[in-house]
């Protein structure tokens, strides 16, 4: 299929393939059908439309990728071979870099600089660490009785998997799931979400020229309801990973059980708490909790969206937040003095503008924004999907903007008086991805980081991330590792062979 021409406000044109995905070529849809318009965020205008895929996709997907894992990859592949195809995908993403980093911002709406310098260089890490492991995925050996029984484990790639993934990090998302599952020497059909489908498929086209092997990679653009469903209750995909809200979540746990009880990984919603103590530097502190919040538009799993701060330094702490925030850039995502961009649909800015008003309604004190940002008037980008950065004070459980996941940048303050406090007001919620801590104590930071209940705890830093260390939650935020060499062991299963190599059974066997 031909690809679509996107030119970009740079000037630039960006060519985009704009099929399904399937033994290394692009394709129609099986059923054909109305095509999947994408949205550019910051003008609500289509930037294009794509092949709009559906179980028969799936199916076709799923087929080819268990040919290729019984023939050419799975088994059949070297760790030698896993590593170069992984390595040479890093270099033509870095190659790629400025188109990758473009059609990210128009896509999803987060701004360019951040894609470039972020999002494409941590996607390209993440395939040149995995690309690493494929050669060190080890067993062990244990001896069972000198001279004539042992036993061995093999890390076996699990077959077929299918990966879902989100519109807030079109390309890291992908990263995280692809590179561990292909470095293990499994074959993935990837769903990436049908709101930012394009540098998913951009990069399905760079893996041909990195040298992957038809079927071992599949993408098929589609609609959670439909492409998602299928690949959840596949009898032939071995294992899930999916990445999202955590009530889709639910329901691909029970499509997985329900199907061929495939194995899955669910990263899940947050309501992440940051605990700032009175012994903090104030001003190294605020930069890290206003990224808590803001960094990509606050549509971040980890958004440290519970600010807790100790009573002693509260009213001076909030001033110095507040203020912070007004000198924070919004706007243009082409634009590099802007750090925040639109939100990702007209549905999502009004469910964020909901909240919002809840938050009046319920009691908070407003302190900053608290409405669509009015910036956009006039521009471009009035149609837009813009909400200004918007803080509350005084918040308390039981109002919405403190218990539910806002997906935006609305952060909710209150105050407390003993790290034990502070302990519980944290742990207070279903969720436990990420958790924030603000101290001068190193004492009480291993103390509290020990206490807090969430996959990651962030000290005197938030939001940054490594290849090399595991992410995944704890409580209803998910299931299973990400990052890291957590990771790998996701994607394999752990075969035990005992070897009898000396002994004889006598018979009959008599007591």
Known sequence: MSAIEITSPSGKTLKVPTGIFIENEFHKAAEGGPRLSTLNPATGKVLCEVECGTSADIDRAVAAGRRAFQTRWGRKSTPTQRNACLLKLADLIEA?????????????????????????VDTAGCFRYYAGLADKIEGKTMELDEGTKMAFTRLEPIGVCAAIIPWNYPLMMLGWKLAPALAAGN???????????????????????????????????????????????????????????TLTGRKIMEAASKSNLKKITLELGGKSPVLVFDDVDIEKAIPWVVIAILFNQGQDC???????????????????LVAAMKEHGIGDPFDDANFQGPQITRAQQERILGFIESG???????????????????????????????????????????DEEIF????????????????ALGNDTKYGLGAGVFSQGAARCMRVAGAIQAGTVWVNNYALLSNAVPFGGAKQSGIGRELGVDAIKEYVQVKSVHWNYGEDLEWPLRG
């Open 96 to 120: 790629h870099a400025d188109e990758l980093g473009e059609l990210e911002s128009l896509d999803n709406g987060k701004p360019r600089w951040v894609a470039t310098t972020m999002d494409v």
């Open 302 to 320: 980890t958004a440290g969206s519970r600010l807790f701060i100790q009573s002693g330094i509260y009213d001076k702490f909030v001033a110095r």
């Open 187 to 245: 074959c993935v059909v990837l769903k990436p979400a049908e709101q930012t489908p394009l540098t998913a498929l951009l990069i399905a086209q760079l893996s041909v020229e990195a040298g992957f092997p038809p079927g071992v990679l599949s993408v098929v653009n589609g609609y959670g309801a439909t492409v998602g469903a299928a690949m959840a209750s596949h009898m032939d995909i071995d294992k899930v990973a999916f990445t999202g809200s």
């Open 360 to 402: 009046k309604q319920e009691g908070a004190k407003l302190e900053l924004g608290g409405g669509a940002w009015q910036g956009a008037k006039g521009t471009p980008f009035e149609g837009g999907f813009w909400v200004e950065p918007t803080v509350f004070s005084g918040c308390k459980r039981g109002m919405k903007i403190v």
């Open 408 to 423: 935006g940048p609305v952060l909710a303050v209150a105050k407390f008086d003993t790290e034990d406090e502070a302990v």
